[in-house]
């Protein structure tokens, strides 16, 4: 598609790791996990959009945000592809603050993840690399450099942790009114108009407290409170340290085995 719309003079630029879709316009601004295609218009799964109205609080603050991400955004290049060399972490120390307000004491002593902690999910198969997945992690090079390794970790948390935030958005869509559903996407997001944001890097609070609400499914609160639980657990090492990488690399995976599932 890309390269049809390179043809008709259309710039192609690519964000890492934004699962939102936004529509600026100077009239008005359309956001949300919907897809702007035939299927995601008239497919059958739930999905969220905002209409924000120009000349309002809400468009000029996702104004703002779309502004933001384009700012941090790059060239779509077929020859050349993604890499992590060019990747750069959003700020952290607000998530980092964030981290240590919610941890209990017995978190903070926990090392890692037990292995056993999915024994009962079953195992899922790992997606296949897409086009736009960076060629280190693809051939598995990125071990072989330490700086490549952990923004790895970083880009692989943040990466999960939106997956979990936008499938906690998209459970309470059709169980809560669009003025409550708007305010719990910007809990989820407080960072989304900081000028410098680079990556979207979801609250962890933000997303416990839309779980944690009486509107979403008390059989699905079962199966992610584990998971943001674990990701509390795994948030600093993964985004400041450079320490423990196989330990790391083995949390993420059982995490995302968890979330898959759950996804499924």
Not at 18 to 41: E, Q
Not at 101 to 108: F, H, L, R
Not at 213 to 227: D, G, H, K, Q, W
Request: charged share 25%.
């Amino acid at each position: 598609m890309f390269e049809q719309l390179k043809k008709g003079g259309v710039e192609c630029r690519l964000a890492d790791n934004v699962h939102m879709k936004y529509l600026k316009t100077p009239l008005c601004v359309l956001s949300g996990s919907l897809n702007f295609s035939y299927n995601g218009v008239h497919g059958r799964t739930q999905e969220a959009t905002n209409h924000f109205l120009a000349q309002t609080t809400d468009y000029e603050g996702c104004r703002r945000g779309i502004d933001n991400l384009l700012a941090s955004s790059y060239p779509y290049d077929t020859e050349r592809g993604p890499s992590l060399t060019n990747w750069r972490p959003p700020e952290v120390d607000w998530f980092l603050q964030e981290l240590d307000d919610a941890t209990t004491p017995d978190e903070a002593q926990s090392s890692h993840l037990e292995s056993d902690s999915t024994s009962d999910v079953p195992e899922v198969e790992p997606p296949e690399f897409s086009g736009h997945t960076p060629s280190e992690i693809q051939d598995g090079s990125y071990l072989d450099d330490q700086v490549n390794t952990q923004r790895f970790l970083q880009a692989k948390y943040i990466q999960l942790l939106q997956r979990l935030g936008t499938f906690v958005l998209n459970t309470l869509q059709s169980r809560v009114d669009d003025e409550t559903h708007i305010a719990l996407e910007a809990a989820m997001t407080p960072s989304l108009e900081a000028d410098d944001i680079g990556e979207v890097l979801p609250s962890i609070q933000g997303i416990k407290n839309a779980v944690e609400s009486e509107s979403f499914p008390s059989a699905l609160r079962e199966l992610v409170m584990p998971i943001l639980q674990s990701m509390r657990m795994t948030g600093r090492r993964c985004l400041s340290e450079s320490s423990s990488v196989e330990t790391n690399l083995n949390d993420l995976r059982i995490i995302e085995q968890q979330l898959e599932f759950i996804l499924r």
